[in-house]
């Protein structure tokens, strides 16, 4: 049996929120958050065309959420059966959710920051510290409420982001890391739930299905805490060993 050619390219611009991943040999698809989704094709990419549509770096929400289950859904299939595959997907989500081993986790990004600089915005860069940490939280923590309650509402964009660079006090910055943590952990929990169907649509979805979610918020954190990282750097704060 002949297997499809499978292509990855992967340009990764952290302060334009450009991502281009090639899916298979035919089509792209840049997924910058839940409410943007940049369709091209392989030749595009290759000629380094970006499209005519731009990514801003900050969540937006469209007329109507994207992606999720259209038609039959394919499951996970190994040689021993459904389930070892399935529960396999389940415990590699988890650890996606707290992944170590191609970058820094979430927690060593945000430890160790001096309170005087959590609210420093660098010379040429959009964000502080505390922006970061904070956007982080409260869109983790709309994708779980997306994912668990029928009464989700969507946050206006403003919401998704502090009103300041600054953090109000000490404290809240200390709340923040620790719901962050909190969410994260809920996130494993519905991972590792065999009652959730991870391949199902959510019922007050308009098709996004468990997994995706899961994928997304997986997608968003590494980028972010990627652009937290830059920051320390750029504010000489960085020093992973």
């Known amino acids: 049996m002949q297997k499809s050619a499978i292509v990855h390219v992967i ?27 940049f369709r091209s094709t392989k030749n595009d990419v290759l000629q380094g065309k970006k499209g005519t549509e731009h ?14 289950c259209t038609g039959n859904v394919r499951r ?6 459904h389930m070892d595959g399935e529960e396999s997907l389940r415990t590699h989500l988890g650890k996606l ?6 970058h820094v986790s979430f927690d060593a990004a945000v430890k160790g920051i ?13 964000y502080s ?14 994708i779980l409420e997306f994912c668990r309650s029928p009464k989700y509402v969507e946050p206006s964009p403003q919401e998704y982001w502090p009103a300041s660079a600054v953090p109000p006090t000490a404290a809240v910055w200390d709340e923040s890391v620790t719901g962050f943590c ?24 308009t098709g996004q299905t468990y997994l995706r979610e899961l994928l997304l ?7 972010h805490v990627a652009q937290l990282v830059v920051v320390r750097r750029c504010l000489g704060i960085w020093n992973p060993g």
């Not at 929120?17 to 409410?35: E, G, K, P, Q």
């Not at 996970?76 to 059966?81: I, W």
Request: aromatic content about 6%; charged content about 25%.
């Open 55 to 68: 990514l801003t770096s900050r969540v937006q929400p469209t007329a109507e959420r994207r992606g999720g």
């Open 217 to 223: 918020v997986a997608d968003h954190n590494a980028y």
């Open 114 to 126: 001096p309170p005087a600089l959590r609210g420093i915005v660098p010379e040429r860069l959009p």
């Open 182 to 205: 909190r969410d994260r952990e809920a996130l494993k929990r519905l991972a590792a739930d065999p009652a959730v169907d991870l391949f199902e649509c959510i019922p007050h979805g």
């Open 11 to 37: 340009e990764l611009d952290i302060w334009s929120n450009t991502l281009f991943c090639v899916v298979d040999s035919v089509h792209i698809v840049a997924v910058a958050s839940r409410r943007f989704i």
């Open 129 to 142: 510290p505390w922006q970061l940490l904070e956007h982080l939280r409260l869109t983790q923590r709309d």
């Open 97 to 102: 959710l707290n992944w170590e081993d191609a």
């Open 76 to 81: 996970l299939q190994t040689g021993r059966g």
